[in-house]
């Protein structure tokens, strides 16, 4: 059955995903997107879109009458660059936080059923334990990080005060062919894209040994529509989102075929392993794409 589903920050890399997964399944899709990233906006030409910012709360209330009717929310609108957060946290606390807010606020008015709330490993910080799982301490080592474990407790209370049910989805490390490949946040795997075509040398920090978990944005949008579609009663939820392998800096540059170059260290956790168990057992959800294949083909 058709559906109408609101996508906040659906015009970026990982939103962009969930609209384009909406859309294959023949849903009515409204994106909120004030397409502010400074990149070009990803726009499905069968959504209808709203150039508003969700954390300015007079624009959204204008906009209040189109969470009326609406089957659920994904929310994935932020400003995700961890440095900049450390940099700026005032424009990170007002964008993050009052954005969540506002957003849980026009959907618990709305008596929207369900919100689904783009979160991050970064809740994690400095977690020396993998893998890491749900359960595991939260430490957050930015403004970033702490704002995405603050959304989390809000879409907790929310659903305890209202009948919205709500569900976050813990990223990863995110790549695809949507990422970023310069710039401020752009991933390692973009960054190394972005040397590829430059015929530049693969720049790597330290001695190269830090892993990550890597995760197709494809794959996370997956997750997000079983989240929204479960038949589980969510009440702020948390759900680990990776592959369940991490893998070195080292071994992903090998996968290039590409001159190497290493460059000064920066302070970063020596390794993130996502415990995927959880989202395997509830949401019945399984990452397929392999990262190894995926450069292979697509770079």
């Known amino acids: 059955m058709k559906k109408k589903y609101i996508v906040t920050g659906g015009h970026g890399f990982i939103g962009s995903y969930i609209v384009d997964k909406l859309i294959d399944e023949n849903h009515q899709v409204i994106v909120l997107d004030n397409n502010s990233n400074g990149r070009k906006p990803i726009i499905n030409s069968k959504t209808k879109n709203y150039n508003i910012d969700v954390s300015n709360l007079n624009e959204l209330n204008n906009l209040v009458d189109i969470f009326y009717g609406s089957s659920g929310i994904f929310h994935c609108a932020a400003l995700i660059d961890v440095q900049e957060s450390i940099d700026d946290p005032i424009k990170y606390e007002k964008n993050n936080t009052l954005g969540t807010l506002n957003v849980l606020e026009a959907a618990a008015k709305a008596k929207v059923k ?169 949401l019945n959800w399984s990452p397929n794409i392999n990262i190894k294949k995926w450069i292979e083909k697509k770079i």
């Open 114 to 282: 369900r919100l689904v709330y783009s979160s991050s490993a970064a809740v994690y910080g400095d977690n020396t334990k993998t893998p890491i799982k749900e359960n595991c301490p939260t430490n957050p080592i930015s403004p970033y990080g702490l704002q995405k474990y603050y959304g989390e407790r809000l879409c907790s209370i929310y659903s305890k005060l209202y009948s919205l049910e709500t569900c976050c989805l813990r990223y990863f490390n995110a790549f695809g062919g949507r990422q970023k490949i310069s710039g401020a946040y752009a991933t390692v795997i973009g960054i190394f894209k972005y040397q590829i075509k430059n015929n530049l040398p693969l720049t790597i920090r330290g001695d190269g040994e830090q892993k990550r978990d890597f995760i197709h944005a494809k794959e996370l949008a997956n997750a997000n529509y079983l989240a929204m579609t479960s038949k589980e009663k969510f009440c702020g939820e948390v759900f680990n989102l990776g592959s369940g392998e991490s893998l070195s800096i080292n071994k992903i540059a090998s996968f290039f075929d590409s001159e190497k170059k290493f460059i000064s260290a920066v302070k970063e956790p020596k390794e993130s392993l996502a415990d995927i168990t959880k989202a395997k057992s509830v």
